[in-house]
């Protein structure tokens, strides 16, 4: 499978240098966001609004946790620590990594090239998620966002194949925001967190599922547990994402810590595995009733 990775780099520079916001909204739109339009328009986000202020790829990716592309002091600063680590060169190598685990288990995307792009993240916005965070769930597209610091650029790789293995999940299975029910999306995640783990350590992931201690992720598990059927993406999400980020988003809290839903699905995905003695491959490729045995 081909792969491409957005010059970013590039693209963050000219945009930096741009001294007139307007005009960075529409390079931002139309230079930086244009090669991922058929992603956007699959989850309904048009380039720009035909309202003034309406909702478009701007108002979407802050809403995501990008970076405002008004904020040059933060923007520059996460530029130069992204060009002193190689970010992209990190992509591509994971891409790579990715892509060859693929074709060595006989799992595919179904999409002819897969295009990565890695943006500047509101290190506010994504605080829960220690700066950063990724969307893979349109097969072919695959974007991560990052306020680069000490704790999240080891897990740059990690990141990046979560974001991968949803590419290979959706390619096989259908996502559909309306249907998707607590025990589909539980799974989902906690495929995507175990692909990451079986190629880059448990040590490299993300604190959506490391940052629980024992009595908290038991407590999840028993919340969880009850509301497998429950249909529909509000209400999903607020047992995906937990009690903070459901009030702040709109959604009823259900009494769950932030990203409980994650930290389960890795559990019962993990636990899965090890009792059957089966790999992240194999495991891929089962419908949700198959792996969802929440006695973990």
């Not at 048009?46 to 478009?56: E, F, I, S, V």
Request: charged share 25%.
């Amino acid at each position: 499978m081909n792969f491409l990775v957005e010059d970013t780099i590039g693209q963050y520079e000219q945009l930096f240098s741009m001294n007139n916001n307007s005009n960075r909204q529409d390079y931002f739109r139309y230079s930086m966001m244009k090669p991922f339009e058929k992603m956007w328009e699959t989850i309904n986000v048009p380039l720009k609004a035909k309202a003034p202020n309406g909702y478009d790829v701007i108002m979407a990716t802050n809403m995501l946790g990008y970076l405002d592309v008004s904020e040059t002091d933060t923007g520059k600063k996460a530029l130069e620590k992204l060009k002193e680590i190689q970010a992209l060169k990190t992509a591509y190598n994971t891409l790579d990594d990715c892509i060859y685990f693929m074709g060595k288990n006989n799992l595919s995307v179904n999409a002819d090239r897969l295009r990565f792009g890695m943006y500047i993240a509101d290190p506010k916005k994504l605080e829960l998620q220690k700066g950063y965070c990724g969307f893979g769930g349109i097969p072919g597209f695959i974007q991560v966002s990052i306020y680069p610091d000490s704790y999240n650029i080891p897990k740059i790789p990690a990141v990046i194949a979560h974001e991968f293995h949803h590419n290979i999940r959706f390619s096989y299975f259908d996502w559909n925001h309306g249907d998707v029910t607590v025990g589909d999306y539980i799974i989902i995640e906690g495929l995507a967190e175990s692909f990451a783990k079986e190629l880059y350590g448990e040590e490299l992931l993300g604190p959506w599922v490391t940052s629980f201690d024992k009595e908290e992720l038991d407590y999840s598990i028993e919340v969880v547990k009850d509301a497998l059927d429950v249909k529909g993406f509000a209400e999903v999400s607020s047992y995906m994402f937990g009690d903070k980020i459901s009030m702040e988003q709109g959604y009823k809290p259900v009494g769950l810590p932030s990203f409980a839903g994650y930290a389960v699905g890795f559990q019962v995905v993990q636990s899965f595995m090890k009792e059957n003695n089966i790999g992240i491959a194999e495991t891929t490729l089962l419908e949700t009733q198959e792996i969802n045995n929440i006695d973990v």
